[in-house]
T-cell receptor
């Protein structure tokens, strides 16, 4: 079945550092890929998505590129802020249309 | 601009008690979902409803029942709560399709003593 593997956290960075959170997936066909963010005490909300190979999703300075050859969708940001501290979830939606989520990666950004 | 509304936000139960978590969405979505979130386990799907009148089991359905009351409402019932059901529960809704995102409620923190 479909699955998503994310790097384990927490990821701890200083403000203005470069961020990468790795995500790889297993799925049949051509799934859509998503990154969701969960701020403390809140539900998840969509950060960005990509629906086909080589697509780049972007939002709020975050980017991720759909790499079919490496089955990856790594999240990047050039300069993180304290306000980016949250839990980030990689997810896919494949043939069943039921979203599959990774385990989440906690990001902590220090001033 | 309500989106997905879950009630209650917090609940403490004793083992064996029952309760229903309520969820309503005002976006006319056809699909609704219940997830539980546990440390180190991420989000796990309990039940989902692809359309009004249908429900299906997800990854961890044991100990739960659901009702899709109408297009707006999707409730989750614990008939006899167990400590293993201590978790944060999220309801979500969305359009059915591979490119469609989910909209989440703010969660219910449930403790079973």
């Amino acid at each position: 079945g479909d699955s998503v593997t994310q790097m384990e956290g927490p990821v701890t960075l200083s403000e203005e550092a470069f961020l990468t959170i790795n995500c790889t997936y297993t799925a049949t066909g051509y799934p859509s890929l998503f990154w969701y963010v969960q701020y403390p005490g809140e539900g998840l909300q969509l950060l960005l998505k990509a629906t086909k190979a080589d697509d780049k999703g972007s939002n709020k300075g975050f980017e991720a590129t759909y790499r079919k050859e490496t089955t990856s969708f790594h999240l990047e940001k050039g300069s993180v802020q304290v306000s980016d501290s949250a839990v980030y979830f990689c997810a896919l939606s494949g043939g069943s249309y039921i979203p599959t989520f990774g385990r989440g990666t906690s990001l902590i950004v220090h001033p | 601009n309500a989106g997905v509304t879950q009630t209650p936000k917090f609940q403490v139960l004793k083992t064996g008690q029952s309760m229903t978590l309520q969820c309503a969405q005002d976006m006319n979505h056809n699909s609704m979902y219940w997830y539980r979130q546990d440390p180190g386990m991420g989000l796990r799907l309990i039940y989902y409803s692809a359309s009004e009148g249908t429900t299906d089991k997800g990854e961890v359905p044991n100990g739960y029942n659901v009702s899709r009351l109408n297009k707006r409402e999707f409730s989750l019932r614990l008939e006899s709560a167990a400590p293993s059901q201590t978790s944060v529960y999220f309801c979500a809704s969305g359009w059915t399709g591979p490119n469609e995102k989910l909209f989440f409620g703010s969660g219910t923190q449930l403790s079973v003593l």
